[in-house]
């Protein structure tokens, strides 16, 4: 399974990006995907989740800004960004737990980088 990232980039404060995630390979089910951000010298940290059954979850401190969503038929997240802030600065990484067969695994995308300047 590969997690396929885009949509980073340069964004001044109060900007908007949008970032999108494809999942492929052998898939049977997503049960969560969602999106985790690390900036320098920090740990990384889960910015918001999307479950298989609709749910969703927010650092509290993207709630109000971030948006995230998905696309079964194409097995693509999104997290829409709004009101971008320059502590939103970090490389936001793709994440997706899949059902294969009858085992669930976890999976990383390589990171887009979010550069948000005052």
């Known amino acids: 399974v590969q997690l396929v990232e885009s949509g980073g980039g340069l964004v001044q404060a109060g900007g908007s990006l949008r970032l999108s995630c494809a999942a492929s390979?052998?898939?049977?089910?997503?049960?969560?995907m969602g999106w985790y951000r690390q900036a320098p010298g920090k740990q990384r940290e889960l910015v918001a989740v999307l479950t298989s059954g609709g749910g969703t979850d927010y650092a509290d401190s993207v709630k109000g800004r971030f948006a995230i969503s998905g696309d079964t038929a194409k097995n693509t997240v999104y997290l829409q960004m709004n009101s971008l802030q320059p502590e939103d600065t970090a490389v936001y990484y793709c994440n997706a737990d899949v059902l294969s067969g009858v085992s669930i695994y976890n999976y990383w995308g390589q990171g887009t980088q979010v550069t948000v300047s005052s």
């Open positions: 390979g052998s898939i049977f089910r997503l049960n969560a």
